[in-house]
């Protein structure tokens, strides 16, 4: 509002020059006797009383339109100009020079901002050791095992909407890039491309127990699920004084080993059953296709619900 009053008597002072400019110009070249000190008083009361109409007036005007920090400026910058003339009007009629009015800037402090590294919490019983952080940068994918791994699984889904509806709801949403590679950083363990490429096809499973895709009395975790699962094993070898391991438990039965990819299952033996991850999820589509069994067991339907005859 103080804004909008300093541009309307701007305004107001700018139409006093004006106006008195206009009269010195009509003047003839030999001045005129001085008026009473009653006129003076009268033509400086009527015109005190204009510049206030005036100042008002604008004032009105406005503060109807809205303002920005252009036409701010502006307005600072014509009052300073019209004071600027004013005082030279003035102080011209006395015979003095006036001396320039340097307007005084706003100083402006700028407040640094300084980040704050974020911190691992510790969870319960879990070594310093176990977690890890680390650089999360997310690796590209092979466009082949990508494909490969892709292709499985939509045998799978197909299979599953045909014949057991209730547990192809439970297939977990896609994961992410960004997810995976914050794992891989808190674990130290590069994910095999092809359990990367399952995960951001499904990140795990979800609903009911009972209705949870699965095989064999197998079912499969997700990102954050196979991280915690290592940070556990992680704590579980410290405390026997034994390297950190570097396996991923991928699901209840399963685990992947990160050098070589290979697929084991622990209640099954320790020689590996899968080459690959890929290769767990052909066999699982081929199960389901064909009839065939899975870690012993056979696939059948119940109610909407996909059953392993013979689970482990």
């Keep these: 509002m103080l804004k909008l009053v300093r541009l309307a008597l701007t305004a107001a002072i700018l139409t006093a020059i004006a106006v008195r400019l206009r009269r010195r110009s009509r ?3 030999k001045p005129p006797a001085p008026p009473a000190p009653k006129a003076v008083a009268s033509r400086r009361t009527g015109l005190a009383w204009a510049v206030i109409a005036g100042a008002v007036a604008l004032t009105l005007a406005a503060a109807l339109i809205p303002t920005g920090p252009q036409v701010v400026s502006e307005a600072q910058m014509a009052v300073y100009q019209a004071q600027q003339s004013a005082m030279s009007v003035a102080m011209g009629d006395r015979g003095e020079t006036p001396a320039p009015v340097t307007p005084t800037p706003t100083p402006v402090t700028l407040t640094p901002v300084t980040p704050r590294p974020v911190a691992a919490t510790p969870s319960p019983g879990i070594p310093a050791a176990c977690m890890l952080s680390g650089q999360a940068t997310a690796r590209p994918i092979s466009p082949r095992v990508r494909a490969a791994v892709n292709r499985q699984w939509r045998r799978i889904e197909r299979w599953l909407r045909a ?16 997810t995976v590679a914050l794992a891989e950083a808190q674990t130290g363990l590069e994910f095999p491309d092809d359990l990367r490429a399952s995960l951001l096809r499904h990140n795990g499973v979800s609903g009911p127990p009972a209705a949870r895709f699965g095989f064999g009395g197998e079912q499969m975790r997700g990102v954050r699920e196979i991280r915690d699962r290592w940070r556990e094993d992680c704590a579980a070898r410290a405390g026997r004084g ?5 396996v991923l438990r991928v699901g209840t039965l399963t685990e992947v080993d990160a050098d070589t990819g290979q697929v ?5 033996g320790p020689e590996p059953i899968w080459p690959s ?10 199960a389901l296709e064909k009839g065939r069994p899975v870690l012993g067991a056979r696939p059948t339907v119940e109610d909407g619900l996909l059953r392993w005859s013979g689970d482990l």
């Design 163 to 178: 014949y057991a509806p209730r547990t192809y709801a439970s297939l977990g949403a896609p994961g992410r890039a960004g």
């Design 27 to 29: 003047t003839p070249g």
């Design 264 to 268: 084991v299952a622990p209640a099954v």
């Design 277 to 286: 991850y890929h290769g767990m999820l052909r066999d699982v589509a081929d």
């Design 242 to 246: 034994d390297p950190i391991g570097r």
